[in-house]
């Protein structure tokens, strides 16, 4: 609503990396918008950036390095148990490389895009985490 976005006939998926991420997560929140889901790289995350919010329906990847020395890895974590508990279908998905994308940024999201429009049933972190890895 009022941003332009006609999602009659194609899902609406936000891809955020870094400082873009907590604009991301509260877009996700918002019932007025047609977004169904996200795939948010190396991103700080606070709780209240999705306070009160229903996200049953919605899916988010979380993309982090294990190695980030910018934004530590627990924030990942934190996300992904903070959107599961308001109803989010959520993984955690880790890379390597530190802040940035160093590690084949193009497979991680291209994967998790995928997931995120997939009807694949809920899996375990690892085992998303071992379908996101790059190909050898």
Not at 27 to 55: D, H, K, T, Y
Not at 97 to 119: F, N, T
Request: net charge negative; no cysteine; hydrophobic share 45%.
């Amino acid at each position: 609503r009022g941003l332009g976005v006609d999602s009659a006939d194609k899902p609406v998926y936000l891809l955020a990396w870094s400082s873009a991420g907590p604009a991301a997560y509260e877009l996700l929140a918002s019932a007025e918008l047609p977004i169904e889901g996200a795939a948010i790289a190396m991103s700080v995350f606070r709780a209240e950036f999705i306070q009160r919010a229903s996200l049953r329906s919605k899916r988010a990847v979380v993309i982090h390095a294990e190695d980030d020395a910018v934004v530590a890895f627990d924030r990942a974590r934190a996300a992904v148990g903070t959107l599961q508990l308001h109803g989010a279908d959520a993984k955690l998905a880790p890379m390597r490389g530190g802040h940035g994308w160093k590690d084949g940024p193009y497979l991680h999201i291209r994967r998790a895009v995928e997931w995120l429009g997939s009807a694949e049933p809920n899996r375990s972190p690892s085992q998303l985490d071992a379908s996101l890895e790059p190909d050898e």
